[in-house]
């Protein structure tokens, strides 16, 4: 099982996982170093921070908590998480998006069994989380599965059924966290569609509403233990976080969505985060 790590060695996971991205993209030229950044503490709390029970020796068990991606661009801090836990190999990270590399554009179980799911066309997610939360509960396992969506995302449709059907049947092992950056594909969410006011939304949808800072990795682990301490109702955390976090020149900018750093800027980025 894996362990549960310090605070100190949270953030130096936190560091190295933001450092492989930024190198894996510029070496691919192409990706999301935005909503691969962004999403870096609420992965490394959950696999390191031991709230996900999981086992790099035995990625089948039956009852492993299950981690879904579901905003799949952000796959290259997802790869960096599985290849710093030893899932999949740190070496060939940088072989990010070539013809035959394990480490596709868009996360693909083809290609890394160890994926709960190939993600990639928004709004699926949290559908698929739910139906293997179901799952899990018909078989009376103790697994709990974590549904990561972009705010973008949650504009689609399908999520706010898989929202009521999630609270009608009570499924409370299931865990969504909203990675709030206020940015989607090419502006601000709300210069396109604006999610506010988006906490009594989830709770009019019957859902226990957990609002923090998605960088803050203490406020993190207490959010994920109050989750599993919620009992009949799912539980989503609205993690305010920063697109493009620890790099100066990619934070908030809505450039750095679908644009790979330059070999200067990588320079520059692994000058920041030393
Ligand atoms: C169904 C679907 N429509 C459109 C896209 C293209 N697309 C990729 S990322 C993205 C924006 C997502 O924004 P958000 O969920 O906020 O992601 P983040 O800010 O975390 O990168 C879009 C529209 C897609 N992948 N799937
Ligand atoms: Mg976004």
Redesign the pocket.
């Known amino acids: 099982m894996m362990r549960k790590h310090s605070l100190e060695e949270l953030q130096t996971l936190a560091k190295q996982v933001r450092r492989d991205i930024v190198q894996m993209i510029g070496e691919a030229k192409s990706g ?1 170093p ?3 950044l ?2 870096v503490e609420i992965l490394v709390t959950l696999f390191f921070g031991g709230v996900m029970r999981h086992d790099v020796s035995k990625p089948d068990w039956p009852d492993r908590d299950r981690c879904i991606l579901s ?4 796959c290259p801090a997802l790869y960096a998480v599985l290849a710093e836990a030893g899932y999949t190999p740190l070496d060939q990270l940088n072989t990010l998006r070539k013809l035959g590399s394990i480490y596709q554009g ?1 996360p693909d179980k083809r290609f890394i069994p160890v994926l709960e799911a190939s993600t ?5 997610g949290l559908s698929i989380g739910l139906g293997m939360a179901l799952a899990g509960r018909l078989d009376s396992r103790p697994m709990r599965v974590y549904v990561i ?8 449709g399908q999520i706010w059924e898989a929202a009521m059907f999630g609270a009608y049947h009570k499924v409370d092992n299931l865990v969504a966290i909203v ?1 709030y ?1 206020k ?4 502006g601000f ?1 709300k210069d396109i569609m604006e999610l506010e006011p988006l906490v009594p939304k989830w709770q009019s949808f019957g859902w226990h509403v957990i609002e923090l800072d998605g960088h803050d990795l203490k406020a993190l682990e207490a959010a994920f233990a109050e989750a599993e301490k919620t009992k009949g109702r799912p539980t989503v955390i609205i993690a305010h ?1 920063v ?1 493009g976090k620890g790099v100066s020149f990619m934070e908030n900018s809505p450039k750095f ?2 644009v790979a750093p330059t070999k200067e800027e990588v320079a520059q980025a692994l000058e920041e985060l030393k």
């Open positions: 999301h935005g909503g691969s962004s999403a905003k799949g661009h952000g868009h990639g066309s928004l709004g699926q969506l972009g705010d973008g995302e949650i504009q689609e990675d950056n940015l989607q594909l090419d969410i976080t697109k969505h679908g």
